[in-house]
């Protein structure tokens, strides 16, 4: 059926079209010219009559016009050209005439386009929903992936959803927990392997350790001082001469003997006491973040099964040191792995996903696991190391580190800066597109990237599983409240009562 026909002067990349009959934005359409069937999408619609111009400004003049043209509308449209279907979708160097006829795509094309090696069904067409839109696996874990939504639009429910179809592939998943939603989650395709969140510092690079204890570059004396203690610590723990797990007593021990060492010069006292009192506030900071009785977090993960590190009792700060810490060791012992240069290695891909990226990544902020999610975004690839950012405020997210998301899964945003800033981190993003976030229905969502082979306006899966999240019912905690304050308040009386108290 024809739909419409091309108008005005017409480029290798998009069509104008003028139709009578009313499409829909996201709707795949055919061009047939020269031998070839070019895939469109429909990126914008609007809807005139040419009697009714923005020249007319008497309302008693419209509605006379109306009622005597009736309903003369005309629809005109964006057509974005993908490719064409008997060519791999190259596009053609040639342009379609203008007045060629643009049909709706038919089914059975569709369906060829979203069949995929090794596909992960997200869910349906939105105006299409018989057909299934799948990505592909190796292209999500190997160019990185972002979840972008405002709040209530349907991201955990996709992330869910994500994860399960990747349990399908035995991929060892890595979710960055910062709410505890999916610590209880059930999937179809794997388990859960909660992981605490502490570190055993064995583990830990000086650097990392230096920063946490706010020590500076410039502070040489004081550095030395801590590297010293540090080592010594590392070497008591090695040694099994410790049954403490808290590290850093471990190290202010050693910094306290050398202070009350009556050889020392008071200067040298000083320096140490600057170093004793750092140590003292790293462990007020990070009370619970050390334990030498663990071992190395990279080793608690497991392939098939969504490792879910929980971070919903952590402070940022905390969230922080960990991602710096996971992903820094990520890339070196993966590296490790693929060249032969060490034994410590992590001897298969993962998949990272980090909740919060706005907090773990900020665009207008520096922090350690800013720079490891950076180098892991640019260099993981190499190494089977993925990221899938997840946010609900996009425009506070790291520029650097979004532009290396090579796919996107854009659900309802409405700020225009949140779409200025996804838009100038996506090559496949197109401005017309970018107008449709605001319109999106709960769960639906743009994707773009390599993961698909055209850009794709789909209705995501509910998520059959169980997980926590959403929005609290406050009206009905509120209501259970003030019923047990009653409860409470009566079996006060009663008990009151039965001691002999009479009100």
């Given at each position: 059926?024809?739909?419409?026909?091309?108008?005005?002067?017409?480029?290798?990349?998009?069509?104008?079209?003028?139709?009578?009959?009313?499409?829909?934005?996201?709707?795949?359409?055919?061009?047939?010219?020269?031998?070839?069937?070019?895939?469109?999408?429909?990126?914008?619609?609007?809807?005139?009559?040419?009697?009714?111009?923005?020249?007319?400004?008497?309302?008693?003049?419209?509605?006379?016009?109306?009622?005597?043209?009736?309903?003369?509308?005309?629809?005109?449209?964006?057509?974005?050209?993908?490719?064409?279907?008997?060519?791999?979708?190259?596009?053609?160097?040639?342009?379609?005439?203008?007045?060629?006829?643009?049909?709706?795509?038919d089914d059975e094309i569709l369906k060829k386009v979203f069949n995929l090696k090794n596909p992960l069904k997200l869910g349906t067409l939105v105006n299409q929903s018989d057909v299934e839109v799948n990505v592909d696996v190796n292209s999500i874990m190997n160019?990185?992936?972002?979840?972008?939504?405002?709040?209530?639009?349907?991201?955990?429910?996709?992330?869910?959803?994500?994860?399960?179809?990747?349990?399908?592939?035995?991929?060892?998943?890595?979710?960055?927990?910062?709410?505890?939603?999916?610590?209880?989650?059930?999937?179809?395709?794997?388990?859960?392997?909660?992981?605490?969140?502490?570190i055993n510092p064995i583990y830990m690079s000086f650097s990392e350790i230096k920063n946490l204890a706010n020590i500076k570059g410039s502070a040489h004396i004081q550095e030395r001082y801590f590297r010293k203690a540090f080592k010594e610590a590392r070497e008591?723990?090695?040694?099994?001469?410790?049954?403490?797990?808290?590290?850093?007593?471990?190290?202010?021990?050693?910094?306290?003997?050398?202070?009350?060492?009556?050889?020392?010069?008071?200067?040298?006292?000083?320096?140490?006491?600057?170093?004793?009192?750092?140590?003292?506030?790293?462990?007020?900071?990070?009370?619970?973040?050390?334990?030498?009785?663990?071992?190395?977090?990279?080793?608690?993960?497991?392939?098939?099964?969504?490792?879910?590190?929980?971070?919903?009792?952590?402070?940022?700060?905390?969230?922080?040191?960990?991602?710096?810490?996971?992903?820094?060791?990520?890339?070196?012992?993966?590296?490790?792995?693929?060249?032969k240069t060490s034994n410590k290695t992590l001897d298969f891909p993962v998949f990272y996903i980090l909740e919060e990226a706005h907090i773990l990544a900020p665009n207008k902020r520096d922090s350690n696991s800013k720079f490891w999610i950076q180098r892991v975004?640019?260099?993981?690839?190499?190494?089977?190391?993925?990221?899938?950012?997840?946010?609900?405020?996009?425009?506070?997210?790291?520029?650097?580190?979004?532009?290396?998301?090579?796919?996107?899964?854009?659900?309802?945003?409405?700020?225009?800066?949140?779409?200025?800033?996804?838009?100038?981190?996506?090559?496949?993003?197109?401005?017309?597109?970018?107008?449709?976030?605001?319109?999106?229905?709960?769960?639906?969502?743009?994707?773009?990237?390599?993961?698909?082979?055209?850009?794709?306006?789909?209705?995501?899966?509910?998520?059959?599983?169980?997980?926590?999240?959403?929005?609290?019912?406050?009206?009905?905690?509120?209501?259970?409240?003030?019923?047990?304050?009653?409860?409470?308040?009566?079996?006060?009386?009663?008990?009151?009562?039965?001691?002999?108290?009479?009100?």
């Amino acid at each position: 059926m024809i739909i419409g026909r091309c108008i005005g002067e017409i480029s290798l990349l998009e069509v104008d079209f003028i139709s009578n009959s009313m499409p829909q934005v996201g709707e795949y359409v055919s061009i047939r010219y020269d031998g070839k069937n070019v895939l469109g999408m429909i990126e914008n619609l609007v809807r005139g009559n040419v009697a009714l111009n923005s020249e007319i400004y008497d309302v008693d003049d419209i509605e006379t016009i109306t009622q005597v043209s009736g309903n003369d509308l005309y629809v005109k449209g964006k057509v974005r050209l993908l490719g064409d279907v008997e060519d791999n979708l190259k596009l053609p160097r040639i342009p379609a005439p203008p007045g060629t006829p643009i049909t709706k795509a038919d089914d059975e094309i569709l369906k060829k386009v979203f069949n995929l090696k090794n596909p992960l069904k997200l869910g349906t067409l939105v105006n299409q929903s018989d057909v299934e839109v799948n990505v592909d696996v190796n292209s999500i874990m190997n160019r990185h992936l972002a979840i972008l939504a405002m709040t209530g639009a349907g991201k955990s429910n996709t992330v869910s959803v994500l994860i399960d179809g990747l349990l399908k592939y035995n991929a060892p998943v890595f979710v960055f927990d910062m709410h505890g939603e999916y610590v209880d989650a059930t999937f179809t395709n794997g388990e859960v392997n909660v992981i605490e969140p502490v570190i055993n510092p064995i583990y830990m690079s000086f650097s990392e350790i230096k920063n946490l204890a706010n020590i500076k570059g410039s502070a040489h004396i004081q550095e030395r001082y801590f590297r010293k203690a540090f080592k010594e610590a590392r070497e008591v723990i090695s040694s099994g001469g410790s049954s403490s797990r808290d590290f850093l007593e471990i190290i202010f021990v050693i910094l306290e003997g050398w202070y009350n060492d009556e050889t020392r010069s008071s200067n040298e006292k000083n320096k140490i006491m600057d170093v004793m009192n750092k140590v003292e506030d790293l462990r007020e900071k990070y009370d619970n973040l050390f334990n030498i009785n663990k071992g190395n977090i990279l080793g608690t993960i497991q392939i098939g099964k969504a490792n879910v590190l929980d971070l919903s009792q952590a402070d940022e700060s905390i969230a922080e040191v960990l991602v710096s810490h996971i992903m820094r060791n990520s890339l070196q012992y993966r590296k490790n792995a693929v060249h032969k240069t060490s034994n410590k290695t992590l001897d298969f891909p993962v998949f990272y996903i980090l909740e919060e990226a706005h907090i773990l990544a900020p665009n207008k902020r520096d922090s350690n696991s800013k720079f490891w999610i950076q180098r892991v975004a640019r260099e993981g690839r190499k190494f089977g190391l993925g990221l899938c950012l997840v946010s609900q405020s996009p425009k506070t997210v790291d520029h650097d580190a979004l532009s290396q998301m090579n796919n996107m899964i854009i659900l309802r945003l409405v700020e225009p800066e949140d779409q200025r800033h996804v838009q100038s981190a996506s090559e496949s993003l197109s401005g017309d597109l970018v107008k449709q976030l605001p319109s999106l229905n709960v769960g639906e969502a743009i994707l773009t990237g390599l993961m698909t082979n055209v850009p794709t306006l789909v209705k995501i899966d509910e998520f059959k599983g169980r997980r926590h999240g959403g929005d609290l019912d406050v009206v009905s905690i509120l209501a259970n409240f003030k019923e047990d304050e009653a409860e409470e308040i009566k079996k006060q009386e009663e008990d009151s009562f039965n001691l002999g108290y009479d009100y």
